[in-house]
């Protein structure tokens, strides 16, 4: 059975750090890109961040560049997002999830959540004073 899960989030003070983590059981990650996505209530799902299967590409929205790291680790099938610098307008529910994209694709990584195909049930991160 093919499985994500998202662990890592919490309650921060502004300023603050937190680390995800995406947990993948039942396949190897080796052949997938990972991202990840978050939901503030009332908002639509947004893209923040991917990483290509070999971890030579990342990719981050504008809100979070700089102060998030997407990074991955295939031998113990987990993503992770390190999260620094945090403000209280990141408050929501992070997703990761997975896709094998095809060869044409090239080396790069989508940020809509559209292609991804695997997804976790998210975690909820609070950033508030």
């Known amino acids: 059975q093919l499985q994500v899960a998202e662990s890592g989030g919490g309650l921060v003070q502004p300023g603050g750090s937190l680390k995800l983590s995406c947990a993948a059981s039942g396949f190897p990650v080796r052949y997938h890109a990972i991202g990840w996505f978050r939901q503030a209530p009332g908002k639509e799902r947004e893209g923040i961040s991917c990483?290509?299967?070999?971890?030579?590409?990342?990719n981050y929205a504008t809100s979070v560049k700089g102060r998030f790291t997407i990074s991955r680790d295939n031998a113990k099938n987990t993503g992770y997002l390190q999260m620094n610098g945090l403000k209280t307008e990141d408050t929501a529910v992070y997703y990761c999830?997975?896709?094998?994209?095809?060869?044409?694709?090239?080396?790069?990584?989508?940020?809509?959540?559209?292609?991804?195909?695997?997804w976790g049930q998210g975690t909820q991160v609070t950033v508030s004073s």
């Open positions: 999830a997975l896709v094998t994209l095809p060869e044409w694709y090239g080396s790069n990584c989508p940020l809509p959540a559209g292609p991804y195909t695997i």
């Open positions: 990483i290509t299967d070999n971890g030579e590409v990342t």
